[in-house]
């Protein structure tokens, strides 16, 4: 009890010092327990959701899809005389057809198409009337062709009411309606998911939505009365056949509802991605901290070890620190967590943002947020145990404190770095060793996983060999500042513990590193990618989306034929992409509408028969392709469409093709066959003189009706492609803050205690003439020496280990190295910045410190 209660006082009197090192405990718990909370409550909503959109369907049926249900295809429809067929079978008791699609596009204020938040679905159905929790907010129901209605989160986020005239993009080219209503969902809901929906007359949605009249995506059935969901499925399955599937609508809604659960889960996966991060990092803190406390409590120790401290009972004072600081930062974690978790969704939704599916403001038909207390008690479990191991081997070393050290003026003296010398050594030689051996291996494939292990191993070993570079490393940064005296100071306490040094850098360099070396691997594939697509795509200009879609946006094919008639337009060819079955497997292919121009933008050259022009029963292949589906010229091929259709075909033409040319390339004839009966690309080519700059402001000018659809060079055209890894890198600047807050706490900490260390030092040093000023920039030069050094190492690790995952993509065709230089210069910049705030706190406490009572500190 004794070791308790002297355990318990000195806490007390360092509690400011240990603030810093739980705050990272914090975070990173708060991050787990938000992610749990999160997850649970949008589960929970998912499944309210799919209940009320299924609300009176007890048997769905729909039609043998040619492909697994995907974000990149289009439901393959039932005709309408199946409702009938269905309506007459005994026990129905209602048989309504349903059309329901993405892909219709309102166009909002500016004349701009109003998007979805994460992808989802941009929805055109046929309700008219409230069914299926579909519920009217103000006036009715579409009883025309030319009108609409739309749902809440649509009217309020494009500023339309009912009367509005907008315009409507489809499958078809844009129409204008008139918005008569504006609906809900049950549960005072405003969108299913985070979709727009726009409900058209039922005399016009097949056409738009589905490319063709007389047909819907399926039929929705209820029950006459006393007939059991399960006995209705029975009887039309057994009335249509194998030609259609029949599901319940429980089965349907608790798929729905997984589907859901998965995308959820992705945002849950990212949120305990991020809740690692913290957490590995806030190790370094933790370990930190109680290293330093540890040294400086030296003759404390010795002292309890003389008047008669077991080692066990000084690891135990040490550990019930750390178990202390644990429980109370993992509790904190957890409440804000749990908070953050809570209210997350209630400011998005009121912010407007449907990302996460929930509607917006009081009306989002959340219900009440869950707590799920199992994964709170394991966030708070995960946080406390982080903190204790993080204090093991600090706890250890402090049990080594050999009682004589009660007699010492000082503290311990540094331990030798030796041995974690010795074993980075041998970590980074394993790692070097198996990139080696995967790169000297040859041949065009790289071992890959040889790669990313070797780059795992190595990434360990650096971490490892830290220490016996933060000397010398440091001592080279230190010259930038060793102009002055106070710069002279910071340099040399900044080598003075190079293992100190070494874990408060540690912090900055796993962020740096992680996100240098995974920019270096995205900017060198979208150099390689690039450099690539320009010599082989040899069109002038390309028409085609800027939108950020799940499936194709497509666009009038009477806008080519326009084009073709501009002066200064030597050819235009435009493409129609779809998915089907080739020969029995999932494939792409494409229809051209003019072979000989498209062949001259695309630099695909004959390997065998002809490619310059394709029959009605005819299609030409790229060599690769071929040879993956084991066909040749003259082989019969077997293609099933979106239609249901199915066609054999025979290989009239085989081509050299590349990456941005080739697969399977069919004749015009089988359009209406296709999901996407429109074109979603076109290449332009100049005639010889021909302005440049001219031709596209003709060419926007028509795409006046088109507002997803632009015109650019080949440049462009690329520069949209590789639009994701710009979006990865954003996400990753996101975790660099987060390692560079817990950095900063580290750097903070670490100065904060080194300051008390230091105090009578410090006397000195002002006792001889160093003035507040001088002191003051001898703690920030100390501060941003560490930094930069965490900064710097990072880019170097990340640099080498992303080139090196660079490298094995050759075969994926990167075969480029290129570095981000204005990022890496911005990181070395974000690291000086925050060597510059972590002093501020230690600065000022050091320019504070009282001479006379410094000097005659103990």
Request: aromatic share 6%; proline share 4%; with cysteine.
């Amino acid at each position: 009890m004794t070791m308790v209660r002297t355990t318990l006082t000195g806490l007390r009197a360092r509690k400011l010092r240990l603030f810093a090192s739980g705050l990272a405990v914090v975070l990173g718990v708060m991050f787990v327990s938000a992610a749990f909370v999160l997850t649970d409550t949008l589960n929970r909503s998912f499944d309210g959701i799919y209940t009320s959109l299924y609300e009176g369907t007890e048997v769905r049926v729909v039609a043998k899809q040619v492909l697994s249900p995907g974000e990149d295809v289009l439901t393959t429809p039932v005709p309408a005389d199946l409702v009938a067929r269905i309506a007459a079978v005994d026990g129905v008791a209602a048989a309504t057809g349903v059309v329901s699609e993405d892909g219709a596009r309102l166009i909002g204020p500016g004349g701009r198409v109003v998007t979805t938040s994460l992808g989802r679905p941009r929805l055109g159905t046929n309700r008219t009337r409230e069914r299926g929790g579909w519920r009217l907010r103000a006036g009715r129901g579409p009883e025309r062709p030319d009108e609409i209605a739309v749902d809440a989160t649509l009217a309020r986020i494009a500023k339309i009411r009912t009367g509005d005239a907008v315009s409507v993009l489809t499958q078809r080219p844009k129409r204008s309606f008139t918005v008569v209503g504006i609906f809900g969902y049950t549960g005072g809901r405003d969108s299913l998911g985070g979709a727009h929906e726009i409900a058209f007359h039922e005399s016009v949605a097949a056409e738009l939505m589905l490319g063709r009249p007389g047909v819907y995506s399926a039929v929705d059935v209820r029950a006459a009365p006393g007939v059991t969901p399960a006995a209705l499925r029975d009887r039309v399955r057994a009335a249509l056949g194998d030609a259609y599937e029949v599901q319940l609508g429980e089965d349907l809604r608790a798929a729905q509802s997984a589907s859901a659960q998965d995308e959820v889960g992705v945002l849950s996966q990212i949120l305990l991605f991020v809740a690692g991060i913290a957490l590995f990092v806030g190790a370094f803190l933790i370990l930190n901290t109680f290293s330093i406390l540890v040294a400086q409590r030296t003759r404390e120790l010795a002292l309890l070890r003389a008047l008669g401290a077991a080692r066990r009972q000084v690891i135990g004072s040490v550990l019930l620190e750390a178990t202390l600081v644990g429980v109370t930062a993992s509790a904190l974690g957890v409440v804000l967590g749990a908070g953050t978790g809570v209210l997350l969704p209630r400011i998005a939704g009121g912010t407007g943002v449907a990302d996460l599916g929930l509607g917006a403001g009081p009306g989002a038909g959340l219900g009440g947020a869950t707590v799920p207390v199992g994964p709170l008690v394991a966030s708070f479990v995960v946080g406390l145990l982080v903190t204790i191991g993080a204090a093991l081997m600090p706890a250890l070393r402090a049990s080594r404190i050999p009682p004589i050290a009660a007699l010492q003026e000082t503290a311990a003296a540094d331990r030798p770095i030796t041995g974690m010398t010795i074993a980075g050594g041998v970590v980074a030689a394993a790692g070097a060793a198996m990139l080696i051996g995967a790169f000297a291996a040859g041949g065009d494939e790289i071992p890959q996983g040889l790669v990313f292990g070797g780059v795992l191993v190595s990434f360990v070993g650096a971490a490892l060999l830290t220490p016996v570079v933060a000397r010398p490393a440091v001592g080279l940064i230190g010259r930038l500042f060793a102009w002055s005296v106070p710069g002279r100071l910071g340099r040399l306490n900044a080598r003075r513990n190079p293992r100190r040094t070494a874990v408060t850098a540690s912090a900055l360099m796993i962020g740096v590193a992680l996100v240098t070396g995974v920019n270096v691997v995205l900017t060198s594939a979208t150099v390689s990618l690039t450099a690539d697509g320009l010599a082989m795509m040899k069109a002038d200009l390309v028409l085609c989306s800027v939108a950020s879609t799940t499936r194709p946006v497509s666009f009038d094919p009477a806008v080519l034929d326009r084009v073709r008639a501009l002066p200064g337009v030597a050819a235009v060819t435009g493409e129609y992409s779809d998915y089907g079955l080739v020969d029995g497997d999932r494939g792409a292919f494409l229809a051209i509408d003019d072979l000989a121009a498209w062949r001259g933008m695309t630099r695909v050259t004959p390997r065998a028969g002809t490619i310059d022009a394709i029959g009605a029963d005819q299609v030409i292949v790229d060599a690769a392709t071929a040879a993956n589906h084991g066909v040749a010229l003259g082989s019969p091929v077997t293609f099933t469409f979106t239609s249901g259709r199915t066609r054999t075909m025979t290989v009239s033409g085989v081509f050299a093709g590349n990456d941005w040319a080739g697969g399977w390339i069919l004749p015009m004839s089988i359009v209406p066959e296709l999901g996407y009966r429109q074109p979603n690309r076109g290449l332009v080519r100049l005639a010889p003189g021909a302005s440049e700059s001219e031709v596209r402001g003709r060419i926007a000018g028509l795409l006046a009706d088109e507002p997803e659809i632009v015109v650019t060079d080949v440049e462009g055209f690329l520069y949209n492609v590789f639009g994701i890894f710009r979006t990865v890198i954003g996400l990753l600047h996101v975790l660099l803050g987060l390692a560079m807050l817990i950095a900063a706490l580290g750097v903070v900490n670490t100065l904060v205690l080194s300051v008390l260390e230091r105090t009578r030092e410090l006397g000195l040093l002002r006792a001889v003439g160093l003035d507040r000023r001088q002191a003051v920039r001898m703690i920030t030069v100390e501060a941003v020496v560490v930094s930069l050094f965490g900064a710097v190492l990072g880019l170097a690790v990340g640099v080498g280990l992303g080139a090196a995952v660079a490298r094995a993509l050759a075969g994926e065709g990167v075969d480029r190295i290129a570095l981000p230089w204005g990022y890496l210069g911005a990181y070395l910049v974000a690291g000086a910045v925050i060597g510059v705030l972590a002093a501020v706190l230690p600065a000022v406490r050091a320019a504070r410190t009282d001479v006379l009572r410094a000097i005659a500190y103990e």
